[in-house]
């Protein structure tokens, strides 16, 4: 059983006696990883030797020298020891096969509702894909609906991928929206109704906010039904972050300037393909960007001037920039972050181009993402009283060879196996041998 | 149009594997776009009655020509030769627009007075990757409808329809392909929405006004088939056959039979309307042209090498092969190559029962493995990708060195798109198709710092002036932006 020392409310509320498809039972135990080469995640570079300390499913402590271990030690061996990976932005948990309906739970295209839908109870811990992840290290994704029929998206969250029966960290942390080409297409047909709609839905939210009994979701004229009114009147008030997307430093610029209407917006700007050429007016609004590292092709109009450099430019102009993980990889490859990260490394051996050193690029695969969601305090890092994700690493986490040997959440110790390596064992030797491979398990 | 469709990544080729997962309903969308002329076979296009000897097998050929070559040495330099060589601090002398040596040192060279000199130390060379399946120029970027080229899949049949006629020379894709992927040759496939999508091309990626002009000289077509869940979806939706596996079978073998029939009355010398389905087919069933068949699951590959067997054709190459190690004995058998991604997954059922270790194992089992892109993203890291399964391989114990997986990029996909004589290694006499790499080409950390085309330097990290822009993007933002 997770420990009842728990500080409450942080943490999920998660069924911690679940009994997990190996078999096993969840335990959170405290640990004390030692000897390792320790990574914070907040930017700060590794520290040799160090040591974390893991209580009640808490980072009680993480840096150099001794300190009191608590509960069983570990001995990383001069192992790189970090956070958990933080996927940025996802859709992890909403997807088994993209392509078979009944299991794809990204989007809403015939449903009434728009910013009301929480993706929250769509969410399937037992999915494979939070196996596969987790297995790549990732603990935490801040995971976003996309939009369906109507100009929001719905309210994402923050989970974790730990084995067992529920992900939701924080629900309803986020509203999301999508301006540029697909936002135009969901408001009519422009960006000019794109922003149009925009104003008229808050500012109808608004009307609901003042006196919801007397908000009238129903009648002809109404734009919003009440549920989505009541979401929204949380973001315009700014108790709820609002993630925007959108890639053309038009729209980019268009998109902070919405403050100046409705000030208290808390935005995160998702996509941001061309921010690099709007930097410093990102930076001057101290709004954060999740972006995918490496776009560099003009998929659209909206990314004539992307560049795998955007992170790096950014991050040089003072923009908190996170990766997120986007498009056909969103549910299946968040993993993918590593390598990401390990590539925007790379640039900065690239004459002309904008990289990150390896301690900023990691951050932009831990604290930053958390930072970017508003939930910089409860993961993201190894910093006293940050959730016990830890993953202990076969190499640089960032190189293509290495892998998680070790992953806790929570500071609970999880299971590394996956679908994908049964099949693999049993299919080591692909001809069958005295029975058929069907019994073989 | 789903918020996942809207790529962030981007990449048109992106959105054409995604016509096989969620955003089915952007492909349907397309495809209806260009419905209304189903009713046009083939046959109808015929004009001329004529006998074997007097089609012109080559009516669209390459006017590739190399660039001016200087002699260049790379010296202190490790060596990946792409077929599993390996020379640690050792030189390569590139002249003439070939390889000339790939030696432990200078000895015996003779180098000009005059050649450029590179210090290799700390870096890498190897050959030019070769990217067997890829879209760019038939769904190039931007990846607007009207740019969406790649597929005729208006008949679930049409081998008529060469790839190489809706090549947009100017996708700004060959040219990230050439800088981060150091790909210096590719094969621009069909899509895989019908059973016969047409005729591949296989390019050198060096920008030129034409088509004719990317187009890599003597290199055989291939025909682009495809397997399983896209082709019956694709025309199951809209009632009519193959909406089942067994349909997209008995659709291939009446197609089959037709095209022997035909083939047949060609060989016996007997007049006959010219046909451009048959002819492909034709192309195919005398080992012309060569098959390149999208196929995910391990029963429809079997199956498929039995279809090749009735009719009498052989399969080059399965592409995407997400169960080759469930059969990868098989292939090996049928000397049939499988090209995969290292990781790949999830997006259909038919890609449900990935491993990472899929590259290995083939290999393992001594059959012929390549790693493939399908992306316009990830042609750009197509070494990355291999070096993650070669991790995966490693972990389950199988011994593979960082040389001999260099095949899976080079010699094994231009022995499957039947160049290896002429590219693929680093052979003297072969094309100086080579790529210097400024950190073990394995390592995530690692970039081409020059690539050369039959020995033409046409992209070096340090001058901004060989690196490639395409009509597309001059004048616009980022215009020559390393990118």
């Not at chain 2, 060096?206 to 077509?221: D, L, N």
């Amino acid at each position: 059983m997770m420990r009842a020392k728990l500080l409450g409310g942080l943490l999920r509320g998660v069924a911690v006696a679940a009994v997990l498809c190996s078999g096993t039972v969840a335990q959170a135990q405290d640990v004390t990883i030692t000897n390792a080469r320790l990574v914070i995640g907040d930017g700060s570079a590794p520290i040799e030797g160090g040591t974390v300390v893991v209580r009640g499913g808490k980072v009680i402590s993480a840096g150099a020298g001794n300190v009191a271990a608590q509960g069983t030690v570990v001995d990383a061996g001069g192992a790189w020891v970090t956070p958990g990976i933080v996927a940025g932005f996802s859709r992890i948990g909403l997807v088994e096969v993209d392509a078979v309906a009944g299991t794809n739970d990204r989007s809403a295209e015939r449903s009434p509702f728009s910013a009301a839908i929480d993706i929250a109870p769509a969410l399937n811990p037992l999915s494979s894909p939070v196996a596969v992840n987790r297995a790549h290290g990732v603990t935490r994704a801040v995971v976003a609906p996309a939009v369906g029929s109507g100009l929001f998206g719905g309210l994402g969250a923050l989970v974790d991928l730990g084995a067992d029966r529920s992900m939701v960290t924080r629900p309803r942390l986020f509203q999301y929206v999508e301006f540029g080409e697909s936002g135009s297409q969901n408001a009519g047909g422009s960006r000019a109704a794109t922003f149009l709609t925009f104003r008229a839905l808050l500012a109808e939210a608004r009307d609901y906010a003042r006196n919801p009994a007397a908000y009238d979701g129903r009648s002809k004229d109404s734009l919003l039904l009440r549920a989505d009114a009541e979401a929204l009147a949380r973001v315009i008030d700014g108790r709820e972050r609002l993630f925007v997307r959108a890639d053309r430093a038009a729209d980019i610029l268009s998109v902070l300037n919405l403050r100046s209407e409705f000030p208290r917006l808390t935005l995160t700007l998702v996509g941001a393909t061309e921010g690099w050429t709007v930097a410093r007016e990102i930076a001057a609004a101290g709004v954060p960007v999740v972006t995918s590292a490496l776009t560099d092709l003009p998929g659209s109009f909206d990314q004539l001037a992307s560049s795998q450099s955007n992170v790096g430019r950014l991050r040089a102009a003072g923009v908190d920039v996170a990766v997120g993980v986007f498009d056909d990889d969103d549910a299946h490859k968040i993993g993918y972050t590593t390598q990401y990260a390990g590539n925007l490394v790379a640039l900065t051996r690239l004459p002309g181009a904008a990289g990150l050193s390896w301690d900023q690029a990691f951050a932009a695969i831990s604290s930053v993402p958390a930072r970017a969601a508003g939930v910089e305090d409860l993961v993201g890092s190894l910093r006293p009283g940050r959730v016990g994700d830890v993953v202990i690493w076969s190499g640089d986490p960032l190189e293509l060879s290495s892998v998680p040997t070790a992953v806790w959440i929570d500071g609970i110790k999880q299971p590394l196996s996956t679908r994908q390596d049964r099949l693999r064992d049993r299919y080591a030797v692909p001809q069958e041998s005295a029975l058929p491979k069907a019994y073989q398990h | 149009m789903t918020s996942t469709s809207q790529a962030l990544s981007g990449g048109p080729a992106r959105r054409q594997r995604a016509s096989a997962t969620a955003v089915a309903a952007v492909a349907a969308l397309s495809l209806s776009a260009c419905a209304g002329s189903t009713a046009n076979k083939p046959a109808s296009a015929s004009t001329a009655a004529s006998r074997p000897a007097a089609v012109n097998k080559d009516p669209y050929p390459s006017t590739y020509k190399p660039y001016g070559a200087a002699p260049t040495l790379v010296r202190g330099v490790t060596i990946f030769d792409g077929e599993g060589g390996r020379i640690d601090n050792g030189v390569v002398y590139l002249s003439e627009g070939v390889v000339k040596a790939v030696a432990p040192d200078e000895a015996g060279l003779n180098v000009p007075a005059d050649a450029v000199v590179i210090d290799g130390a700390g870096k890498w060379v190897t050959p030019g990757v070769i990217d067997i399946h890829s879209h760019l120029g038939d769904y190039p970027s931007p990846g607007v409808q009207a740019h969406s080229d790649g597929n005729e899949a208006t008949d679930p049949t049409t081998p008529e329809v060469w790839a190489e006629h809706s090549v947009w020379p100017q996708d700004p894709g060959f040219s990230r392909a050439l800088a981060n992927g150091g790909v210096t040759a590719l094969q621009v496939l069909p899509g895989s929405a019908n059973l016969m999508g047409g005729r591949s091309v296989t390019l050198k990626n060096v920008y030129a006004r034409t088509m004719q002009g990317m187009k890599f000289p003597g290199a055989p077509y291939g025909l682009k088939m495809a397997c399983g869940e896209n082709p019956k979806r694709v025309y199951g939706s809209k009632g009519r056959m193959p909406s089942t596996r067994m349909g997209n079978l008995a659709v291939n073998r009446q197609t089959w039979a037709d095209a022997a029939a035909y083939k047949r009355r060609l060989d016996a010398g007997e007049k006959v309307e010219r046909n451009l389905a048959n002819e492909t087919l034709s192309g195919v069933l005398a080992g012309d042209i060569l098959i390149h068949n999208h196929c995910y699951r391990a029963d429809e590959m079997a199956i498929v090498l039995d279809m090749a067997k009735e009719f009498g054709y052989k399969v080059s190459t399965f592409h995407h092969a997400v169960e080759a190690y469930k059969i990868a004995d098989l292939l090996k058998d049928n000397g049939t190559c499988a090209a995969m991604w290292a990781d790949w997954w999830g997006f259909k059922m038919e890609a449900y029962d990935a491993v990472k270790e899929n590259v290995p194992l083939v290999e393992r089992a001594g059959a012929c493995a390549i790693v493939h892109s399908d992306d316009a993203n990830q042609i750009q890291r197509l070494n990355q990708e291999a070096s993650k399964a070669l991790a995966a391989g490693r972990r389950m114990g199988i011994a593979i060195t960082d040389e001999s997986a260099w095949r899976w990029l080079s010699y094994n996909p231009a022995k499957a798109l039947g160049i290896a004589d002429r590219t693929g290694s680093l052979k003297p006499g072969k094309m100086a198709d080579v790529v210097l790499w400024n950190a073990n080409p394995f390592s995530v950390y690692a970039r081409p710092e020059k690539v050369w085309v039959d020995g033409a330097l046409l992209y070096d990290a340090l001058d901004a002036k060989r690196r490639p822009v395409s009509d597309f993007e001059l004048g616009q933002p980022g215009e020559g932006d390393v990118k």
